[in-house]
């Protein structure tokens, strides 16, 4: 039993360890998330896009960070 502690810590150690990272990644992935849909509301000139071209372009947005997410984008 005494010899089971030691490798509950390691083993406790490296999923926190884990969970920060992914955690990292998805802060990441968010602020990617926040920047493409502050510039998906423009168009080339700075002007507002109609709605129909905002909900075309985060929709694509949306599509391409689930395929890296699933690993089937880069």
């Known amino acids: 039993m005494a010899n089971d502690k030691p490798a509950m810590y390691y083993i406790r150690e490296g999923v926190r360890q884990q969970a920060e990272e ?12 926040k920047q493409q849909e502050k510039e998906v509301g423009q168009g080339e000139n700075g002007d507002e896009l109609p709605i129909e ?10 599509l391409d960070l689930t395929e890296k997410m699933n690993g089937k984008g880069e």
Do not use: G, H, I
């Not at 955690?23 to 990617?32: H, I, S, T």
């Open 22 to 33: 992914r955690a990292k990644e998805l802060e990441k992935q968010r602020e990617q998330t």
């Open 53 to 62: 071209e905002q909900v075309q372009l985060l929709s694509k947005a949306v």
